[in-house]
């Protein structure tokens, strides 16, 4: 009874903390990858999640996460492709998620500290971008199998030998990690982060190490299977996504240096996630140009945690495990030795989280044992302030969780909660014109604009807008100051021309054309152009009325 009462009770916490998103429509990536990907509204063909990229044409295929393309597929046939079926299925891996982590937090820690790491799994606000997402439904696989991996590893080394079975179950786990999501590569630092801190033995490292190393060698083998087969599908791109803004252009010291700035958030975030975004564009987070304030305090804090790290190595071994896991967990993010799109994300915290709450319960031990000898009203008093976080964290997830209702919230919420953020502004203003909330729309893409010029991403869509709206003159302009920031950007001069021969300005479109012909990087674009130039010219010459010349483009690549 009592063990059932405090399964019931991680339970409650969890689904408290997630079920309040059952009626949240698709928002955020969701969009991209299920709503509007006709891939994954069939079974018709499974073999086609296997040998097509993540993102759906016209994206770049950078990234092959099979298993997961899969899992939403079958989630779309069950429910017609309501939300509701992937919050459900979200909202039960969480739930899994928690048990696991209080599976292995038992295996490690003593009743009550195990549990309090759990519960604080539970409630973690952190984690609500990765089950308020259908696409997030991978980071929670990972770190359910990061769980399952380390407790059959310690198994393993229990018993002293690994069957076949044992390899199996292991090679099974690393490889379905790894299709779900890449960064599951990771999963295998943890177990030698467990042979290490966990595993106590009198023989020396090095024949410990050689005692695993068949374990490793099916791990590895687990992870050369994936990589043959996303290099096949993907026929050889071996790169990832887009390169954050933050980090364009930088070598490994300003990418250093840089990251350094986001270790005080990965803190904050882990241990005391009282504000939260949805998104961390510049000016959220900034690129560094020199060692600062900002920097000393990161490199204050990974000092700390490795000072913590060194103590604990054998006076609290648990709590040295969590502080590697936690590490470990960051790493696929870290952008120092590669750049990923992402400098912060609340979603990639999921697996790390785990180590802090792992090396949570760990300290927890001695503190719980002082209070043991102390009087009741101690003990009352902690408990007290257990039940306050719990509380703080049950809630603040649970409201959290709505913020991803609809596209149009999450946008709208994300330019309060992150005020700086370019992207966010530029996310909602692009929802709002179609809806004619003109002057709120303009407002937003300014203010986009202003806080990042060099992106131009607002600027063109802003002028793809007036354009549209026969508002030439203001159009050309925005197109200009996109040309500035990116001068090959060919659609913008395509735009400009067009604009050009609606007003009438014939010898501005000769002379746009011929520009835009010395940047034409593909023979279709170079075409477009002196086709264009053909018509410009033709049209000055024979003194046609403005608003007569019409261009119509039917395709990127095709003459007009």
Same mark, same amino acid.
């Given at each position: 009874?009592?063990?059932?009462?405090?399964?019931? $009770?991680?339970?409650?916490?969890? #689904?408290?903390?997630s079920?309040?998103?059952?009626?949240n429509?698709?928002?955020?990536?969701?969009?991209?990858? /299920?709503?509007?990907?006709s891939?994954?509204h069939?079974l018709?063909d499974?073999?086609?999640f296997?040998?097509?990229?993540y993102?759906?044409?016209?994206?770049?295929?950078?990234?092959?996460?099979p298993?997961?393309?899969t899992?939403?597929?079958?989630?779309?046939?069950?429910?017609?492709?309501r939300?509701? !079926?992937?919050?459900?299925?979200?909202?039960?891996?969480?739930?899994? %998620?928690? #048990?696991?982590?209080?599976?292995?937090?038992?295996?490690?820690?003593?009743?009550l500290?195990?549990?309090?790491?759990?519960?604080?799994?539970?409630v973690?606000?952190v984690h609500?971008?990765?089950v308020?997402?259908?696409?997030?439904?991978?980071?929670? !696989?990972?770190? =359910?199998?990061?769980a399952l991996?380390?407790?059959?590893?310690?198994? /393993?080394?229990?018993?002293?030998?690994?069957?076949?079975r044992?390899?199996? !179950?292991?090679?099974?786990l690393?490889?379905?990690?790894?299709?779900?999501?890449?960064?599951?590569l990771?999963l295998?630092?943890?177990?030698?982060?467990?042979?290490?801190?966990?595993v106590?033995?009198?023989?020396?490292?090095?024949?410990?190490?050689?005692?695993?190393?068949p374990?490793?060698?099916?791990?590895?083998?687990?992870?050369?299977?994936?990589?043959?087969?996303?290099?096949?599908?993907?026929e050889?791109n071996?790169?990832g996504?887009?390169?954050?803004?933050?980090?364009?252009? #930088?070598?490994?010291?300003?990418?250093?240096?840089?990251?350094l700035?986001?270790?005080?958030?990965?803190?904050?975030?882990?241990?005391?996630?009282?504000?939260?975004?949805g998104d961390?564009?510049?000016?959220e987070?900034?690129?560094?140009?020199?060692?600062?304030?900002?920097?000393a305090?990161?490199v #204050?804090?990974?000092?700390?945690?490795?000072?913590?790290?060194i103590?604990?190595w054998?006076r609290?071994?648990v709590?040295?495990f969590? /502080?590697?896991? %936690?590490?470990?967990? /960051?790493?696929?993010?870290?952008n120092?030795? !590669?750049? %990923?799109?992402?400098?912060?994300?609340?979603r990639?915290?999921? =697996?790390?989280s785990i180590?802090?709450?792992?090396?949570?319960?760990?300290l927890?031990?001695?503190l719980?044992g002082? =209070?043991?000898?102390?009087?009741?009203?101690?003990?009352r008093?902690?408990?007290?302030?257990v039940?306050a976080?719990?509380?703080?964290g049950?809630?603040?997830?649970? $409201?959290r969780?709505r913020v991803?209702?609809d596209?149009?919230?999450?946008?709208?919420?994300?330019?309060?909660d992150?005020?700086?953020?370019?992207?966010?502004?530029?996310?909602?203003?692009?929802?709002?014109?179609?809806?004619?909330a003109?002057?709120?729309?303009?407002?937003?893409?300014?203010?986009?604009?202003?806080?990042?010029?060099?992106?131009?991403?607002?600027?063109?869509?802003?002028?793809?807008?007036?354009? =549209?709206?026969?508002?030439c003159?203001?159009a050309v302009?925005?197109?200009?100051?996109?040309?500035r920031?990116?001068?090959?950007?060919?659609s913008?001069?395509t735009?400009?021309?067009?604009?050009?021969?609606?007003m009438?300005?014939?010898?501005?479109?000769?002379?746009?054309?011929?520009?835009a012909?010395?940047?034409?990087?593909?023979?279709?674009?170079?075409?477009?152009?002196?086709?264009?130039?053909?018509?410009?010219?033709?049209?000055?010459?024979?003194?046609?009325a403005?608003g007569?010349v019409?261009?119509t483009?039917?395709?990127?690549d095709?003459?007009?």
């Amino acid at each position: 009874m009592r063990r059932w009462l405090i399964s019931g $009770s991680l339970v409650a916490l969890a #689904l408290g903390s997630s079920v309040t998103n059952l009626r949240n429509r698709y928002a955020q990536d969701d969009m991209g990858i /299920i709503q509007k990907n006709s891939v994954v509204h069939s079974l018709a063909d499974p073999g086609r999640f296997f040998t097509e990229s993540y993102w759906p044409k016209p994206f770049s295929p950078a990234l092959y996460r099979p298993l997961s393309t899969t899992s939403y597929a079958l989630q779309w046939a069950v429910g017609d492709g309501r939300p509701i !079926v992937f919050r459900i299925v979200s909202n039960l891996l969480y739930l899994a %998620t928690t #048990l696991a982590v209080f599976a292995l937090a038992t295996r490690l820690l003593p009743p009550l500290a195990a549990w309090l790491a759990a519960a604080f799994f539970a409630v973690h606000p952190v984690h609500v971008e990765s089950v308020a997402v259908a696409v997030n439904q991978s980071e929670q !696989v990972v770190g =359910l199998i990061a769980a399952l991996l380390v407790l059959r590893y310690l198994g /393993i080394r229990d018993r002293g030998a690994m069957t076949w079975r044992d390899g199996a !179950v292991v090679f099974g786990l690393y490889l379905t990690a790894l299709m779900f999501k890449e960064s599951g590569l990771v999963l295998i630092g943890l177990v030698v982060a467990a042979e290490l801190t966990l595993v106590r033995r009198d023989r020396p490292l090095w024949r410990r190490l050689n005692e695993i190393r068949p374990l490793l060698l099916v791990m590895l083998l687990g992870a050369t299977a994936f990589f043959a087969l996303r290099t096949f599908a993907l026929e050889g791109n071996a790169r990832g996504t887009f390169t954050a803004e933050a980090l364009e252009g #930088l070598s490994i010291g300003g990418r250093a240096l840089t990251m350094l700035t986001v270790v005080p958030h990965w803190f904050r975030l882990l241990l005391w996630p009282a504000h939260l975004r949805g998104d961390y564009s510049p000016r959220e987070i900034e690129t560094s140009t020199g060692f600062g304030l900002a920097e000393a305090e990161g490199v #204050l804090l990974l000092v700390l945690a490795v000072l913590i790290l060194i103590a604990a190595w054998r006076r609290a071994p648990v709590a040295a495990f969590g /502080i590697l896991w %936690t590490g470990i967990g /960051i790493f696929p993010v870290s952008n120092v030795l !590669v750049p %990923t799109g992402i400098v912060v994300a609340e979603r990639v915290l999921f =697996l790390a989280s785990i180590g802090m709450m792992i090396t949570i319960g760990a300290l927890a031990v001695p503190l719980i044992g002082w =209070l043991g000898s102390r009087p009741k009203v101690f003990s009352r008093l902690a408990a007290g302030a257990v039940a306050a976080i719990l509380v703080m964290g049950l809630t603040r997830s649970a $409201s959290r969780q709505r913020v991803w209702q609809d596209q149009f919230t999450f946008w709208y919420q994300t330019t309060i909660d992150a005020p700086t953020s370019y992207r966010a502004h530029h996310a909602l203003a692009s929802l709002l014109f179609p809806i004619g909330a003109r002057v709120w729309a303009e407002r937003e893409y300014r203010t986009a604009i202003a806080l990042y010029p060099k992106q131009w991403g607002a600027t063109f869509d802003l002028a793809n807008k007036l354009r =549209l709206e026969g508002q030439c003159e203001q159009a050309v302009w925005h197109y200009r100051q996109a040309l500035r920031a990116d001068p090959e950007l060919e659609s913008a001069r395509t735009s400009v021309i067009a604009c050009f021969l609606h007003m009438g300005r014939y010898g501005d479109a000769v002379a746009e054309a011929r520009e835009a012909m010395s940047y034409a990087t593909r023979p279709p674009r170079l075409r477009l152009f002196q086709r264009l130039f053909v018509i410009a010219d033709s049209a000055a010459r024979v003194g046609a009325a403005p608003g007569t010349v019409r261009v119509t483009v039917a395709d990127r690549d095709t003459m007009p």
